[in-house]
């Protein structure tokens, strides 16, 4: 599956297998903490919601299996790392706040408030 693929490089590079120059081994310095260079990027800004949402946080889709559990996703140690990683800054607490609740909110409107 795609996704699964995905969560294996995302691992593998975070585990601090390979670099940019075609190496595949470890590198010296260990696992990354960051998805690109040693700070937090763009990068880590745009992976952070689609990986968060594989480990069930977010929003909860009624009558859907979560994809922690078809996915065998507690199988990416460092990816579930760095989502907690990333989940623990203070912004990034905000934008979850902001965007909790129900991913459709139109969908939850009373319709007796509805005008025509």
């Known amino acids: 599956m795609e996704v699964q693929r995905l969560c294996s490089v995302l691992d593998r590079h975070l585990a601090g297998y390979g670099d940019f120059t075609g190496d595949a081994g470890l590198r010296p310095e260990g696992p990354r903490q960051y998805l690109v260079g040693d700070r937090y990027s763009?990068?880590?800004?745009?992976?952070?919601?689609?990986?968060?949402?594989?480990?069930?946080?977010?929003?909860?889709?009624?009558?859907?299996?979560?994809?922690?559990?078809?996915?065998?996703?507690?199988?990416?140690?460092?990816?579930?790392?760095?989502?907690?990683?990333?989940?623990?800054?203070?912004?990034?607490?905000?934008g979850i706040r902001v965007c909790a609740g129900s991913p459709k909110p139109w969908l939850n409107k009373d319709k007796s408030k509805s005008k025509l």
């Open 42 to 94: 763009i990068a880590d800004m745009a992976c952070f919601p689609w990986a968060y949402m594989l480990f069930g946080k977010g929003y909860n889709r009624p009558k859907q299996p979560d994809a922690k559990d078809f996915l065998s996703i507690h199988q990416y140690t460092h990816l579930k790392s760095w989502v907690a990683r990333i989940a623990e800054r203070p912004a990034v607490q905000r």
